[in-house]
């Protein structure tokens, strides 16, 4: 195997873990819905989610860009690659403000403020999703 | 390996998107459910939610990976008398995972109905510790897919 197998192996982890989290965060919308207020085990939901989108949004970044410069094939300069880096912030951007909002005790937050949080996290995983296209597509590669 | 992936024919993308799509979902599912049946303190809502989460979440998310893994295999693999490792290993995980995942599944559905008629969360904290041993195998083989190992 070479350290370009390795990279893509982590590259590919790290994708698995921000997929996790926006499920874990889903999961968190369903439990506030489901109790109405915030308790012990939303915290801990939260901060398995944020230590899984932790992980995943910085290992899909810096593990895909190294292999964009390791790999003859792709540059990272590639129109698909810099989509993909758009992508990745503008969903990450969205992800974070959906947290922001919500704030350190989601238990308190509005029903509008809840309703605007989980909006913010549909597109952000929508975001994801089509990340995901253009990683397997590589439209213009 | 690596450069064999970059060149892949345009018709093996939409059966790599299946089954990419569905193993993310099936890790959050596990992900989700393991960790919300950890972190249920014993309250029924929640230990129902965990386990909705392999159910609703897990279960059809294995569905489209091994739909996506099948479609892909015999476009890639269909002439091929011998599997690389890494394709052995896609395979077991995948099947010793579903057989974990169902006993999960039917163990937890009867931990939900003795919670209904005042029961403990044991057979729901089996579930979980399935789970458990199931991420720790996805991760594995999500590392065989990625590094391709001879």
Do not use: C
């Amino acid at each position: 195997m070479s350290l370009d197998d390795w990279i893509l192996a982590f590259h590919l982890l790290s994708a698995f873990a921000l997929v996790a989290a926006m499920t874990v965060f889903w999961v968190v919308f369903v439990a506030l819905r489901e109790s109405g207020g915030a308790d012990a085990t939303v915290a801990g939901l939260m901060r398995v989610g944020a230590i899984a989108v932790g992980i995943g949004s910085l290992g899909t970044l810096v593990f895909g860009i190294w292999l964009a410069i390791s790999l003859d094939a792709y540059q990272v300069w590639d129109g698909w690659v810099i989509a993909a880096i758009v992508l990745w912030a503008i969903a990450v951007a969205t992800g974070k403000r959906s947290g922001d909002i919500l704030g350190a005790d989601p238990g308190a937050a509005s029903e509008e403020t809840k309703r605007r949080a989980l909006l913010l996290h549909g597109i952000a995983s929508v975001l994801v999703v089509l990340v995901l296209v253009d990683m397997i597509w590589k439209p213009g590669a | 390996m690596t450069l064999l992936a970059a060149i892949r024919p345009d018709s093996w993308n939409f059966p790599l998107f299946l089954h990419v799509l569905g193993a993310t979902v099936l890790v959050g599912g596990l992900l989700s459910g393991a960790a919300t049946l950890a972190l249920a303190h014993g309250q029924e809502r929640y230990l129902r939610l965990g386990y909705w989460s392999l159910l609703a979440i897990a279960l059809p998310g294995y569905v489209l990976m091994r739909i996506g893994a099948e479609w892909i295999y015999s476009k890639e693999f269909g002439d091929s008398d011998e599997d690389p490792a890494w394709v052995g290993i896609g395979f077991m995980t995948a099947d010793i995972g579903l057989l974990l995942l169902l006993i999960a599944l039917i163990i937890g559905g009867i931990g939900v109905y003795r919670l209904r008629r005042g029961g403990g969360p044991g057979l729901l904290k089996g579930s979980m510790a399935i789970s458990l041993v199931l991420l720790a195998a996805y991760v594995v083989a999500v590392w065989a897919m990625g590094a391709k190992p001879d």
